[in-house]
């Protein structure tokens, strides 16, 4: 085992940690969560199922938080021309207004973080990072 990569594995997983508890708070400053947020940044004219996909997430702990956002005012439904079955969440102009009330917060959020850590190739972190991300989904995939 490399225990460099041991470590900086481990490091992954506490920034993991640490950036969904900021994603509370930045998603708080419109008075939503981080799950709220997520699906409805994902959600403008997507079904559920889509939405699931691109997060990764289970259909019906997406479909839980889209009714929510629907019975809150932030989202509808809408038929959806391809799929009888399958309505498409669109945004409201109050769902809009959270988000670019979050995505001010998140801009203020990146720029602190940004100070604070100084001197960093931000760029290469980024291809650093996304070789990771397909190493670690690639052998998430293989049989144990």
Request: hydrophobic content about 45%; cysteine-free; overall charge neutral.
């Amino acid at each position: 085992m490399n225990p460099d990569a041991d470590a900086a594995l481990h490091a992954i997983f506490e920034v993991n940690r640490l950036l969904r508890d900021a994603g509370e708070r930045v998603s708080a400053a419109a008075s939503q969560t981080h799950s709220r947020r997520m699906v409805l940044q994902a959600g403008d004219r997507a079904t559920v199922p889509d939405i699931a996909r691109q997060l990764g997430l289970q259909r019906q702990s997406v479909q839980r938080v889209a009714d929510e956002l629907v019975a809150d005012g932030l989202a509808r439904y809408e038929d959806n021309p391809r799929h009888q079955r399958s309505r498409l969440l669109v945004t409201t102009a109050a769902g809009k207004s959270a988000l670019a009330a979050i995505q001010s917060a998140h801009r203020a959020w990146v720029a602190e973080v940004v100070a604070t850590v100084g001197e960093l190739d931000w760029e290469r972190l980024n291809g650093d990072l996304g070789r990771i991300a397909q190493a670690v989904g690639h052998h998430a995939r293989q049989p144990g």
